[in-house]
C-alpha cells in the first residue's frame, strides 16, 4: 500500500488550523512508515554486516558491551538510529535548508562530558566529534531524548517521569535558542561549575579536586629504567611495532602544520617519548584504530598524552540530500579535517592540540587526553528532580553548542543565524515541538529495547559471552 504524500512546507500559507491538521496527517503517515521499517528490517543482519571487519576480539569485546543495557546498545548502534530516522519526513514541520547547522551526529547522555578547556576552566559539553556533521538540528534532539527515555526505563521511572524529563530537556533547549537570539552570548558562554547547578555544579568540582595530570600519567604510564613509558599490562594499551612507531613520528611535523590554536608546533615540546596502540575503548567506535603518544611538553611535570584516532565518514553522511553529501565533499579536505572544525565550532577555547595526522592507513584525528576527562553517572541520580535539572542543562548547553557553531564560526558552512531560524520556525508551536520530540523518543526507545532484546537472544551476543 502507498502512503499518499501530503504537499505540506515548513512555511506554509494556509491558516493556522488547516496547517495544524495536515502537518498532524503528515506526522502519522510518517509515524506509520516509521513503524513498518521497524517491524520489517533484520536489525541482527544490519549489526553483523556494520561490525564484519573488527577483528573477532574487537568485536566480542564491542558485542559484550552493548550487551550490557540497553543504553549500551543504543549507544554501540548509531548506524540503526540514521537508518531508520534519517530522512525521516517529521522533520520538515520544524526544519528547512536554513535550521541546519553543525550537530554532534551520535548524541546521547554520554557524550555529554567534563573536561579542562585551553583556559584552564573544568568545562563541560557535548565531547565527542567523530559523527559530527552540517545538517538538521532535530537529529541531535531525537537521538539524545531517546537516550533520555531510555534512561528513565533503566531507572524504572513511570513512563510519566520519562516524558517529563523529555520535554525538560526540550523545553530548555528552545528557551536558550530564544534567549540566544539577536545577541552573541552563545559566542562568548560555556558551562563550568559557576553557571551550572542541580548536582552537575557539584560534579565538576569533583572532577577539578579529584584528578591532575600526575594522577592521569600514574594511570596511563610506568617507570621502565628511569625513563616514563606507558604501562602495557594495562587491558587497554597495546605495543606498537616499530613500522608504526616509525610513521607516527615521520608525520608528526605535518600534524603539527594543523594546529589552529595558541600553541605553535616545536620538536622539543612535541617531542614523543613513548607510543601505544590504544584499545578496547568506546562502544561504538570500539575496534577503530588508535593510539595514545606521549610527548615532552613544557617539562617533565607537564607530560601530554595525545590521542590518535581513525577518522572515516560519519554515519549520517550516508542518509543525508546528495546535495549535502557534495556539500561535504567539496568543504573538507579529508575526514579528520571534518572532525577538527566540528570540534572548534561547537566548543569555546577548543584544546591547543586539536589537529590531524595522516598515516598509511587513513587520516587521524588528533586531541590531547584530558586529565579532567569525566562523564556524570546518571545512576547515581535515583531522584526525577534531579534528573530534570539535568536533563534542563543538557538541553541548554546544545542549544548553545548548535547555535555557536552557524554563521558565527564559517559563514560559508553555515550562511545563516541558527537561533534565529530555529524561533521563526518554532514560534507558536513550542507545545507541538515538544510533542513531537517526546513522541519520537518513546517510540524509538520501545525500537531500541526490543532490538536490545534479539541481540542478546542472538549468536552475536552468544559469541560475547567469554569476555
Known amino acids: 500500500m502507498k502512503t499518499k504524500h501530503l504537499s505540506l512546507k515548513s512555511q506554509d500559507r494556509r491558516s493556522p488550523k488547516a ?137 524504572d521511572m513511570k513512563p510519566k517521569r520519562g516524558a517529563e524529563m523529555i520535554d525538560a530537556f526540550t523545553s530548555a533547549y528552545l528557551d536558550e535558542i530564544v534567549a540566544l537570539v539577536g545577541n552573541d552570548r552563545e559566542t562568548k558562554t560555556f558551562f563550568t561549575a559557576e553557571n551550572t547547578y542541580g548536582k552537575l555544579d557539584d560534579f565538576l568540582r569533583e572532577v577539578e579536586d579529584e584528578n591532575s595530570r600526575e594522577k592521569m600519567l600514574d594511570q596511563w604510564t610506568t617507570k621502565v629504567q628511569r625513563s616514563q613509558r606507558f604501562d602495557l599490562t594495562s587491558e587497554t594499551l597495546r605495543a606498537v611495532s616499530e613500522d608504526e612507531r616509525s610513521a607516527i613520528l615521520a608525520a608528526f611535523p605535518d600534524y603539527g602544520k594543523t594546529l589552529a590554536g595558541q600553541l605553535h608546533y616545536s620538536k622539543t615540546h612535541f617531542r614523543a617519548i613513548d607510543i601505544a596502540r590504544r584499545v578496547n575503548a568506546g562502544t561504538g567506535s570500539l575496534g577503530t584504530p588508535r593510539y595514545y603518544v606521549l610527548i615532552a611538553g613544557r617539562n617533565a611535570g607537564d607530560r601530554r598524552i595525545l590521542d590518535l584516532k581513525r577518522q572515516t565518514k560519519p554515519t549520517a553522511y550516508a542518509h543525508i540530500r546528495q546535495s549535502e553529501r557534495h556539500h561535504y565533499d567539496t568543504s573538507f579536505a579529508n575526514d579528520a579535517e571534518r572532525h577538527a572544525i566540528a570540534y572548534r565550532a561547537t566548543t569555546l577555547h577548543t584544546d591547543d592540540y586539536l589537529g590531524w595526522i595522516d598515516l598509511a592507513d587513513g587520516v587521524y584525528s588528533v586531541r590531547e587526553r584530558s586529565p579532567y576527562k569525566a562523564t556524570f553517572d546518571t545512576t547515581t541520580l535515583t531522584k526525577p528532580k534531579s534528573l530534570r535539572k539535568l536533563c534542563e542543562q543538557w538541553g541548554k548547553i546544545l542549544a548553545t553548542c548548535h547555535s555557536r557553531a552557524d554563521q558565527n564560526y564559517d559563514a560559508d558552512l553555515v550562511p545563516h543565524s541558527f537561533e534565529a531560524e530555529v524561533q521563526a520556525i518554532v514560534q507558536g508551536d513550542t507545545a507541538q515541538f515538544c510533542q513531537l520530540v517526546r513522541d519520537i523518543a518513546i517510540s524509538y526507545a520501545e525500537v531500541v529495547f526490543s532490538d536490545w532484546q534479539a541481540f542478546l537472544a542472538s549468536d552475536l551476543c552468544a559469541e560475547s559471552q567469554g569476555i
Not at 40 to 46: G, L, S
Not at 50 to 64: I, Q, V, Y
Not at 92 to 120: S, V
Request: net charge positive; aromatic share 14%; hydrophobic share 35%.
Open 19 to 155: 496547517c495544524s491538521k495536515l502537518w498532524k496527517k503528515v506526522e502519522h503517515n510518517a509515524q506509520q512508515q516509521f513503524q513498518r521499517r521497524c517491524q520489517t528490517r533484520d536489525p541482527i543482519a544490519q549489526i553483523r554486516q556494520f561490525d564484519h571487519a573488527l577483528n573477532p576480539t574487537d568485536r566480542s569485546w564491542k558485542h559484550g558491551k552493548m550487551a550490557a543495557s540497553a543504553f549500551s546498545f543504543f549507544r554501540g548502534t548509531n548506524y540503526l538510529f540514521w537508518s531508520d530516522l534519517g530522512g525521516d519526513r517529521r522533520l520538515r514541520r520544524f526544519g528547512n535548508n536554513n535550521t541546519r547547522t553543525w550537530i554532534q551526529g551520535d548524541l546521547h547522555a554520554e557524550n555529554f562530558g567534563a573536561y579542562k578547556n585551553a583556559e584552564d576552566h573544568i568545562a563541560y559539553s557535548i565531547n565527542d566529534f567523530d559523527e559530527s556533521i552540517v545538517a538538521d538540528y532535530q537529529y541531535d534532539l531525537w537521538r539524545m531524548a531517546t537516550s533520555l527515555a531510555i534512561i528513565a526505563r533503566d531507572h
